[in-house]
């Protein structure tokens, strides 16, 4: 580790200085995220947002879109594009009802353009292609079942994730209510939600709220914040892809601290070398009661030192490397008025969902669900969203999104397992020949709703799949898998900056090939060819396939082959590697 | 006050002068008239500071005068050509349209040819309202003095067919005036019959104006001459089709397209409210199951006013086969004795109904001709209609677009069976003819449907589906023009996200700020249906206060429908927000009508 300490010892500026950035003229003049959002509602001219209220929505959870598929045929029609919103849940640790989840089901079949609802990433559910005239309902409809979009976008802290392990589900249970709780405390505490979406009415299940934003500050955050509560082994939540995360770590079954990492994040920028996917810093332990002024501490340390300035380089990950880790940290203990102790012991194993039946410690079971891509739609052979819909009609636990984009039905009885089972199994919710490769395989939306996909990314998935699979037939591996991540740019929602093969997408059916992640989720693999069109792609893995097949050492993942025999080389500081 | 009138004042006779005067001309018989005109002129020019009135010169007892009442400017069109003929003969014409003529001045004429077209449901064009009131009213004189007949034009798939024209008709005789020759009822195909009419009352007009040859001295009226076009209905310039692009959305309902057409180094100028009239061709396909349907062969020979060609280019270019006649119906009915069909004819309501929705070919293929029963192309050809231009209001100011017209065509599209049916011209714009083809066209002149004359007038513009097309070319012609005036648009279609026609060039003049205000009216987007007249009376007062500074209001689209509904809502909000009786709101907007302020541009 000397070598990673010397990297540490960055010295630049605590504040960085220069004109800066449009976007926080925008926050500074929106009075607390309020900005014209009310007037741009009656404006039925136009479907989207104008100005900077385009920006704005997203701290209210909102992300402007347009159909892109038919954006050039909208253009000669002499009509704009078909503008909507998508639209992300606040939904701390992936916990539905099965009450809430009738009332998005409803919603998205009648009140949007897709019909279908989509798992993410962030571990919540997104409505893609809702109409300006039904954005007020949505969140009034939201609202009456207790549920809230603020802060899941912009620069603010958004989704809180949590490990979906409901077979300790008593650690579980704990570590999700700690997920709330900073959800809750880093959330930003402006009324203008309440005010815009639901006529000022306080929201359900909130707290009376004043003004300020003790945290967040008037300008908020420079840039987006991701945090996540982690119970390992498992590393579901891929905490290297986070600003801020809290590793859970039990004594005899009992929660009683965390090790906190900070500083991740995946996104970068197509040929800027400023620019590169980093993994979090471990900041040492934290006993339970200061992990609320931990976690303050961080964001405003980040909100403080962050470079308003450039954007690129907005991020945490990038404040730590300029400042230097040791700084950082220093700030952050003395803003908490505590001193990290040193890191507990603690493994990643794996990060992937125990797809089909487990059985918790309470005697409760769990389905887990894979669901390709995340998105729950009537397909025609496999109507998965009604299928959903029917089990929350019998269902008397929950359901637990995870941060791979498929869907546990948790806490069921005994005696309901075969109803669960039969219900599941009519709607092709549970197919048992559905690959390890394809269980350890994601992707982001893009194309055609996200307005920064360069290329096909959810779209492209399930075919690339079925060609990887006849590549690990071929060469005698079907039973291995490869984690395999596509996404359709830069910016990391699909985590292919942790995958043991990512393709990050360039343009139209161009994708930059990176090798090396492991499957734990603790390296960030490096590029390995540029521009690949699909032919290429194949062909590329075909061969290395090849070689890891007959090469390999007993049981040596793809990620780590890749490393051995120097096919690709090892990202171990991202500054100082990645673009090497 | 105008000067003129204030000299007429001061001019004119007061009672007891026109009383002597009158006992002193009474005896005089024809003659001794003359001479006393003559005499009296002479006076007239020796006293130079008299001006006589100018309207002695109409009452001149030698003048044709033909009036005509015409919404789309077919009527205006037959009227002029009319004119043209009737000129050429020698006779002194006079040709007006109804609104400019003061309906009381109709008794000081003495031979009068009227050509009118019907509205919708039997309604008097606008031009012609004033005047059909007031010959029905209490109001009207006796016109024994006079002479008329009337050529009536209209459509017999509507219930009223012809009406205005009856009316007028009928109006007249009730008033005691003479026909010169019966009243020409003539359905959309008009042009052999008004000729015939034409030479029959221009004859009856030489023989009561005892007019016998042409006379040397008689010039071309400038109102006809000045108008004449290089290219017309009968002689229409062959243009490019450049473009036909759909500007509804994929999942709209209707399929809207935005056509732009070429008039190359034609000279062809027209002005925003202008229409363009288009010659097209039936679909080879369609003409080729029809024939198929009929038993007949394509390449028979039929005679199309005297001129020998094939069946199948008679069906394409001569004949209309997408629109059905009554007469056809009734035709095949007792052709093929289909009892269906022939039940049909009783009900008038049902006939009209069921012509409306069967093109030609699926008449004839629902009731088929059996094969005892003998059909030749001649007849079959001999019982359709002859094929008419389709007039669209134009969309494009020449301003902008120079020497392109643009229009923006609703395609008529529905399904007959397994079959597609288009319409005639429709289909042809759409995609029976490939862009870069050529299309027949010329310029239908609408006065009745004109920008103000003064740029700083505000206008309120109300053009729901394609009925925004002229608007398009005033918003044009204003920002071509720098007219300071406000603007201020309504329209309405079935979804924002599907139809609305020309969402981006509008949201482009609101930012520029020439479009002051834009109010939209989506049915669909809701459960209750919303239209246009809803929103003008939301916004009743301002609606109320443009038009009291003087604001025009134009009106076009659907006529049988929207058009009646704009009407009530400007008449309620008149109404309400002046104060006013109904009574007093119908004057109101009657007198806006009068003046010029409330034009439409209805089908």
């Not at chain 1, 939540?237 to 801020?244: E, I, T, W």
């Amino acid at each position: 580790m000397t070598d990673l300490t010397k990297e540490n010892q960055a010295n630049g500026p605590l504040i960085v200085e220069g004109k800066h950035a449009d976007n926080e003229r925008l926050k500074a003049e929106s009075n607390y995220l309020r900005g014209t959002i009310v007037e741009d509602l009656k404006d039925n001219v136009t479907g989207g947002f104008t100005a900077d209220n385009f920006q704005l929505i997203r701290t209210h959870g909102m992300y402007q879109q347009d159909d892109r598929d038919i954006r050039n045929e909208r253009t000669k029609q002499k009509l704009e594009p078909l503008h909507n919103v998508m639209l992300r849940a606040r939904m701390p640790g992936g916990i539905i009802t099965p009450t809430q989840w009738l009332a998005i089901d409803k919603f998205s079949r009648e009140k949007t353009s897709y019909g279908s609802i989509r798992i993410t990433t962030r571990q919540t559910f997104q409505f893609h292609g809702v109409l300006k005239p039904n954005i007020k309902l949505m969140h009034q409809t939201l609202n009456e079942y207790g549920i809230d979009s603020i802060a899941t976008a912009g620069d603010v802290n958004r989704n809180v994730l949590c490990t979906t392990n409901p077979v300790e589900s008593e650690l579980h249970q704990e570590a999700y209510e700690w997920a709330k709780k900073i959800s809750e405390h880093l959330l930003p505490k402006t009324r203008a939600y309440a005010e815009i979406w639901l006529d000022g009415e306080k929201i359900e299940g909130g707290t009376e709220t004043g003004e300020v934003e003790p945290i967040l500050g008037p300008n908020y955050l420079p840039r987006k914040f991701k945090t996540t509560v982690v119970i390992p082994p498992q590393n579901d939540v891929d905490v290297h892809a986070n600003d801020l995360n809290f590793i859970a770590i039990a004594d005899n079954g009992k929660l009683i601290g965390f090790n906190v990492l900070v500083g991740g994040g995946l996104a970068m920028t197509h040929g800027d070398k400023s620019t590169y996917p980093r993994k979090a810093d471990d900041f040492g332990f934290v006993a339970l009661e200061n992990t609320l002024g931990v976690a303050a501490a961080v964001v405003t340390t980040q909100r403080d030192w962050g470079n308003r300035v450039n954007r690129k380089n907005a991020k945490t990950k990038y404040t730590i490397d300029r400042v230097g880790v040791d700084t950082f940290k220093a700030e952050v203990e003395q803003r908490a008025g505590i001193k990290f102790s040193e890191s507990r012991p603690y493994e990643f194993t794996g990060r992937g969902d125990r797809i089909g039946w487990t059985e918790g410690f309470d005697g409760k079971h769990h389905l887990a669900l894979f669901i390709e891509n995340g998105r729950l739609l009537d397909n025609p052979n496999a109507p998965l969203k009604t299928g959903m819909a029917e089990i929350a009609k019998v269902h008397k636990g929950d359901f637990r999104m995870t941060a791979n984009q498929n869907i546990i039905i948790a806490g069921i009885a005994s005696e309901d397992k075969a109803d669960i089972e039969k219900i599941a199994r009519a709607h092709g919710l549970m197919a048992d020949n559905v690959s390890v490769q394809r269980k350890n395989s994601m992707a982001c939306v893009a194309f055609p709703t996200c307005p920064l996909a360069m290329a096909e990314a959810e779209r492209y998935l399930p075919g690339l799949v079925t060609d990887v699979e006849a590549i690990l037939a071929k060469h005698d591996v079907a039973d291995e898998s490869i984690i395999l991540r596509v996404t359709g740019c830069p910016n990391g929602c699909g985590r292919a900056m942790l995958a043991e093969i990512g393709l990050v997408g360039k343009g139209p059916s161009k994708y930059n090939m990176h090798l090396g992640g492991n499957t734990a989720g603790t390296r960030v693999p490096k590029m390995y060819k540029e521009n690949l069109n699909e032919a290429d792609i194949l062909q590329e893995i075909d061969s290395l396939v090849a070689r890891w097949a007959s090469e390999r050492n007993n049981g040596e993942a793809f990620g780590d082959f890749v490393i051995r025999v120097g096919i690709i080389s090892e990202v171990k500081v991202s500054k100082r590697d990645f673009h090497d | 006050m105008l000067p003129e009138k204030q000299n007429l004042n001061q001019t004119m006779l007061d009672t007891n002068q026109l009383a002597s005067f009158k006992q002193g001309i009474n005896d005089l018989s024809p003659l001794q008239l003359a001479w006393a005109s003559g005499y009296l002129a002479a006076k007239a020019e020796s006293v130079t500071s008299v001006e006589l009135p100018a309207t002695t010169s109409s009452v001149a007892a030698a003048t044709l005068t033909i009036l005509y009442g015409s919404q789309t400017g077919n009527a205006k069109g037959a009227a002029k050509s009319l004119a043209a003929k009737a000129s050429a003969e020698g006779l002194n014409v006079e040709l007006k349209s109804m609104g400019e003529l003061k309906p009381k001045a109709i008794k000081n004429l003495t031979h009068l040819l009227i050509v009118a077209s019907t509205n919708g449901e039997g309604e008097a064009p606008d031009d012609a309202i004033a005047l059909h009131e007031f010959l029905s009213s209490k109001k009207a004189p006796k016109l024994d003095h006079l002479h008329y007949s009337v050529l009536a034009l209209g459509d017999t798939s509507y219930e009223f067919f012809c009406q205005t024209g009856k009316d007028f008709d009928q109006y007249l005789e009730n008033l005691g005036a003479k026909r010169m020759a019966a009243r020409v009822d003539c359905d959309v195909d008009y042009d052999a019959e008004a000729g015939a009419w034409s030479v029959n009352v221009i004859a009856q007009a030489k023989k009561l104006l005892d007019v016998d040859s042409p006379s040397s001295n008689v010039m071309p009226l400038a109102t006809v001459s000045s108008v004449e076009e290089k290219y017309t209905k009968q002689a229409p310039y062959t243009a490019e089709l450049l473009l036909s692009q759909k500007i509804t959305g994929r999942d709209s309902a209707k399929d809207v397209r935005h056509v732009e057409i070429d008039l190359g180094d034609s000279g062809i100028t027209y002005q925003a409210g202008d229409a363009l009239g288009v010659w097209f061709e039936n679909s080879s396909n369609l003409v080729n199951e029809l024939i198929t349907a009929l038993g007949l062969n394509s390449q028979e020979m039929v005679s199309v006013v005297g001129e020998s060609i094939e069946l199948a280019t008679a069906l394409q270019a001569k004949y209309e086969i997408t629109q059905t006649s009554i007469n056809f119906v009734e035709f095949w009915a007792k052709l093929v004795g289909s009892e269906k069909l022939l039940a049909l004819l009783d009900d008038k309501t049902a006939l009209r109904e069921y012509a409306a929705n069967h093109q030609v070919v699926d008449v004839v293929k629902s009731e088929p001709l059996p094969n005892e029963v003998k059909l030749s192309a001649q007849t079959f050809i001999e019982v359709l209609r002859k094929i008419t231009p389709r007039l669209y209001s134009i969309a494009s100011a020449q301003s902008e677009v120079e020497e392109e017209v643009h229009l923006t065509v609703g395609l008529v599209q529905y399904q007959a069976g397994d079959e597609v049916r288009q319409g005639g011209a429709s289909g042809f714009l759409a995609n029976g003819s490939q862009e870069g083809s050529e299309v027949k066209v010329f310029i239908e002149h609408n006065d009745n449907f004109r920008l103000p004359a003064d740029n700083e007038t505000p206008v309120i513009m109300i053009g729901p589906g394609t009925g925004v097309a002229p608007f398009r070319a005033f918003m044009q012609e204003r920002e071509a023009t720098d007219a300071s005036g406000d603007n201020w648009l309504f329209f309405g279609d079935q979804t924002f996200t599907q139809d609305f026609l020309y969402q981006v060039e509008w949201q482009n003049y609101l930012k520029s700020g020439l479009l002051n205000k834009i109010d939209l009216a989506f049915s669909r987007d809701q459960a209750e249906k919303i239209y246009v007249q809803d929103r003008l009376k939301e916004n009743a007062s301002e609606v109320f206060s443009w038009l009291e500074r003087g604001a025009h209001i134009y009106v076009c689209g659907d006529m049988s429908r929207m058009a009646k509904d704009v009407e009530s809502a400007l008449l309620e909000i008149i109404s309400e927000q002046g104060q006013l009786s109904q009574e007093q709101a119908t004057t109101y907007l009657k007198d806006l009508r009068n003046a010029k302020r409330y034009q439409k541009d209805v089908y």
